[in-house]
């Protein structure tokens, strides 16, 4: 075996009481804790506005994530069979066999994304500004849930002998094939892309037309992220299907197409927001009657 500067050697499992979990596992939860908890914070940060306009409501996030879910296991799930197309065309069954294979996370985002969107519909709630604050908590989980595949192996790129590769040593089972191989941390490096683009979003966020709720720093994130996950992708292990394209990086193309027309349509839309209107000066009170006593005319 080539050896690598970087040798992983530990138990991929926490073991309690006879009992065993990946700590993967546990580290992938811990994930999309952080990033539900800080999109929950952005949201509260938002209740008070001065335009008028609806806030994001904290409320509203519950039913929202709820309406992701599905859309995300559904997305990810067609969009796995379709980078590994030819495994499922010659084993159909196994189409919806949950134990076989996995999903794909670029679907996932892009249907969740989807059903989320509608979901919020249905609330009233204020679309734009939902996205815009999932944006910061997307960006965060996808990059912590990229480390989190470094305590199970998964992730890992091409065979390689540079100095920054890692090989996984000790029993196992590992989420890699060849394990003890030194390959290059494909999954550190898209953490490492998702948390540079995480601090682009939001010092975006603070300048010109993406201080306005109205998508753009959501689309500007999706967008950025196809352009992390396409570089990303050659390093990994999948057979091109198109000149030295992988199918992963044709999705990648077509979401950063999605992220572009979704920003032209933002850009060409007038502005929605009307300002607040003033308050209509207090009615005149005749002497003897408590101003106190009349009901209030303003109030929501």
């Known amino acids: 075996m080539q050896p690598a500067v970087i040798q992983l050697n530990f138990d991929p499992y926490l073991r309690i009481a006879g009992q065993a979990i990946r700590w993967e596992a546990l580290a992938l939860a811990a994930a999309v804790f952080v990033a539900l908890a800080v999109t929950a914070l952005l949201a509260g940060r938002g209740q008070r506005r001065s335009d008028g306009s609806r806030p994001a409501a904290r409320d509203d996030l519950l039913f929202i994530v709820l309406g992701i879910v599905p859309g995300a296991v559904i997305g990810g799930r067609l969009t796995y069979l379709l980078v590994h197309f030819d495994y499922y065309q010659a084993n159909p069954s196994l189409a919806i066999d949950p134990s076989s294979g996995g999903l794909a996370l670029s679907g996932a985002v892009i249907f969740g994304a989807l059903t989320g969107i509608y979901v919020a519909g249905l609330l009233e709630a204020p679309i734009g500004r939902w996205l815009d604050i999932a944006a910061v908590g997307l960006l965060l989980g996808l990059g912590l849930g990229k480390l989190a595949q470094v305590l199970g192996g998964s992730g890992q790129g091409i065979v390689s002998g540079a100095d920054w590769a890692t090989a996984y040593l000790g029993p196992g089972p590992w989420g890699v094939l ?76 077509g979401i950063l197409l999605i992220a572009l027309a979704g920003l032209a349509v933002v850009r060409s839309r007038p502005a929605t927001i009307e300002p607040q209107m003033p308050s209509a000066p207090a009615p005149a009170v005749s002497p003897g009657i408590s101003r106190s006593a009349s009901p209030r005319r303003d109030a929501p």
Do not use: H, T
């Open 178 to 253: 060849g394990p003890d191989l030194p390959a290059l941390p494909a999954q550190v490096f898209e953490a490492i892309g998702d948390a540079l683009l995480l601090i682009l979003v939001v010092l975006a966020g603070r300048f010109g037309p993406f201080q306005r709720a109205n998508g753009r720093r959501f689309l500007l994130a999706l967008g950025g992220w196809a352009i992390v996950r396409f570089i990303v992708a050659s390093w990994w292990r999948d057979a091109p299907v198109l000149g030295s394209l992988k199918v992963e990086q044709l999705i990648d193309i």
